[in-house]
């Protein structure tokens, strides 16, 4: 069974269109994530929920908004696209905020 | 502020060779570390994790690290290279000990390529 999925694992879109991206963890985590992986590689934290609370907002633009609805779900909506948005975005589980995180595939945004 | 370190980008082993992927990390309060790998096209697994108990954790793999709080560093180990542990390597520190926030930096990760 996997642990933290994502859907899609593959996104093409133009400039200025709306997306959504899913995730859902079986692990019965508390604490889920969203982190931003660039072309080089490099993760930054995004979001962060503990029990459906909104624990961190790292100065992402608000046209990124993070719902989640159950503690085992946490969904990213992106309103304008914008080319710099390009990245594979990763969702996470822990349990509390010391507990390893667990990642979902990733989904491969690509704007044009 | 947290920053963490990985010194060497690539780092590249013979197969059946050891292998030593170096982390430094800067905290003003005993951290929380943690070892990810990242196979090509997948997402991130945790390898290891230190949280103040034993200094030598031992992880997923034959992977091992070791905690050296006089050094500031957290490097990962193998004793014999495998084709398979060909990926990316990522140190990771947590601040915000015993509270909610455990905001997690990651070091810029190690490419690590294996010879036959």
């Known amino acids: 069974d996997t642990a933290v999925s994502q859907t899609p694992k593959y996104l093409v879109t133009q400039m200025g269109n709306d997306k959504s991206i899913k995730c859902e963890q079986n692990?019965?985590?508390?604490?889920m994530y969203w982190y931003k992986q660039d072309s080089k590689k490099f993760l930054k934290i995004m979001f962060s929920?503990?029990?459906?609370?909104?624990?961190i907002n790292e100065t992402v633009p608000n046209r990124f908004s993070p719902k989640s609805p159950d503690k085992a779900h946490l969904n990213l909506h992106i309103n304008s696209l914008e080319l710099g948005d390009s990245a594979v975005y990763f969702c996470?589980?822990?349990?509390?905020?010391?507990?390893?995180?667990?990642f979902g595939p990733g989904t491969r945004l690509t704007v044009t | 502020a947290q920053s963490v370190t990985q010194l060497g980008s690539h780092v590249s082993v013979s197969e059946g060779a050891l292998v030593l992927l170096r982390c430094n990390y800067s905290?003003?309060?005993?951290?929380?570390l943690f070892w990810y790998v990242q196979y090509p096209n997948q997402g991130l697994q945790l390898l290891l994790k230190?949280?103040?108990?034993?200094?030598l954790v031992k992880g997923i793999n034959g992977f091992e690290a070791e905690f050296k709080k006089s050094e500031t560093s957290f490097h990962l180990t193998k004793p014999s290279a495998h084709m398979s542990d060909a990926a990316e390597y990522f140190c990771?520190?947590?601040?915000?000990?015993?509270?909610?926030?455990?905001?997690?930096?990651f070091g810029r990760g190690t490419q690590l390529t294996v010879w036959p």
């Open positions: 905290s003003s309060v005993p951290p929380y």
């Open positions: 996470a589980s822990s349990q509390g905020a010391s507990g390893g995180r667990y």
């Open positions: 929920y503990n029990n459906k609370e909104l624990i």
């Open positions: 692990l019965g985590h508390d604490t």
């Open positions: 990771a520190v947590s601040r915000d000990r015993g509270s909610t926030l455990g905001r997690l930096y």
């Open positions: 230190y949280t103040s108990a034993a200094t």
